[in-house]
Each structure stands twice: as structure tokens, then as C-alpha cells.
């Protein structure tokens, strides 16, 4: 069993933009795979599915990002997904729009969604896909940046990030994280 999870922000006023790059991902997989997001429970949106004969969950946390740890931790204990079986995709602001970087462990970076992670697994060692949404420019706030829709020009940039990320995904349903992590950087 796999738990792939996107982080983002509930609701209209928030799609679409760089903070919710996770939610964008799950969403293409869920188009993909053919796993409909039709449950709300765990303080989450998350559909399960089977795919190439791995029953997956896709998860998009509901709680707003800087709790996310809670509805992760609840879906994990709920289905009793090992750590190892977790993936989670989430924006980044020290990497360039388009690029991404796979890790199986570290820090949280400032991103609250993935403090809120840590706290609630009681560790930093899960696997992880930091996506690219580039530093904002001038005196735009960081908060203005992240919760700003993509320029049309990065969208497109974007679009094929979510097929990189989509990829890795498919690879993770049959091969172990660090083999995915090294193949995709």
C-alpha cells in the first residue's frame, strides 16, 4: 500500500496557486489512475484505488497547510501505512520554478506543512518532492508569493512538472524511494 499526498489550502481562493502545488499533483493522478477523491474523513479528501495491482491512497489534507500533520497521522494510523509507503509533494521556495528535488529525509525548511509533519510523525525521515516555486521578486512578501497564482508563462513550466512528479509517482508503486530519488534529481 502507497499513501501519496500533495499539501496545499482548501478552497476556490487558493487553487491554482504556488502554495498549492501539492493539491495539483494528486489531482492529475487522480485523473491518471482513476482514483476518485470522494472521501472526507481524517480531516482530509483522499480516494483509494488500485493501481497495477498496489491499492494506493491519494490524500490532499484538508485542515489548512500549517496542520496538515494531523489528517497525514490520521490516515496513516487509520489504513496503518508504514513510513516507508508515504510520499508527500509540497512548493518550495528555495528551488527555481520547474525544478524538483527528492529526498528521503531533512529539515522542514521553514514550510509549516512539513513542520506540521514532522511533529505529528515524530520524525523527518520520511520521503519527499520539494517542487519549485522560486523566491518572490522585489518587495513582494513571501505570504503574497506563495499564495499567488503562477504567471502563465511558469504554468506551462509547471504543467510538466506535475508529469515529472506523476512519473516518479509510477515509479515509487514498484520501486523502492531511494532507486526513484536517484533516478528523478
Avoid at 32 to 57: D, R
Avoid at 87 to 105: H, M, N, P, S, T
Amino acid at each position: 500500500m502507497k499513501l501519496i499526498i500533495g499539501l496545499g489550502n482548501p478552497g476556490k481562493e487558493y487553487e491554482r496557486t504556488r502554495h498549492n502545488i501539492g493539491f495539483e499533483v494528486i489531482d492529475v493522478l487522480a485523473d491518471q489512475w482513476n482514483i476518485p477523491l470522494n472521501q472526507a474523513k481524517h480531516k482530509g479528501l483522499y480516494g483509494v484505488g488500485y493501481v497495477g495491482g498496489t491499492k494506493v491512497i491519494l490524500l490532499k489534507p484538508l485542515t489548512y497547510m500549517n496542520l496538515s500533520g494531523e489528517s497525514i497521522k490520521a490516515v496513516m494510523d487509520y489504513f496503518k501505512v508504514d513510513l516507508d509507503d508515504i510520499v508527500v509533494f509540497y512548493d518550495d521556495l528555495d528551488l527555481a520554478v520547474g525544478k524538483i528535488r527528492l529526498r528521503q529525509k531533512g529539515g522542514a525548511g521553514g514550510h509549516n506543512g512539513i513542520k506540521s509533519m514532522i511533529a505529528h510523525l515524530g520524525t523527518q525521515e520520511f520521503n519527499r518532492v520539494r517542487i519549485g516555486i522560486g523566491r518572490p521578486h522585489g518587495a513582494m512578501s513571501v505570504t503574497n508569493h506563495v499564495l499567488g497564482r503562477f504567471q502563465e508563462d511558469e504554468w506551462v513550466v509547471m504543467k510538466d512538472v506535475i508529469k515529472s512528479c506523476n512519473r516518479a509517482c509510477d515509479d515509487f508503486l514498484v520501486k523502492p524511494f531511494l532507486q526513484v530519488m536517484n533516478e528523478h534529481n
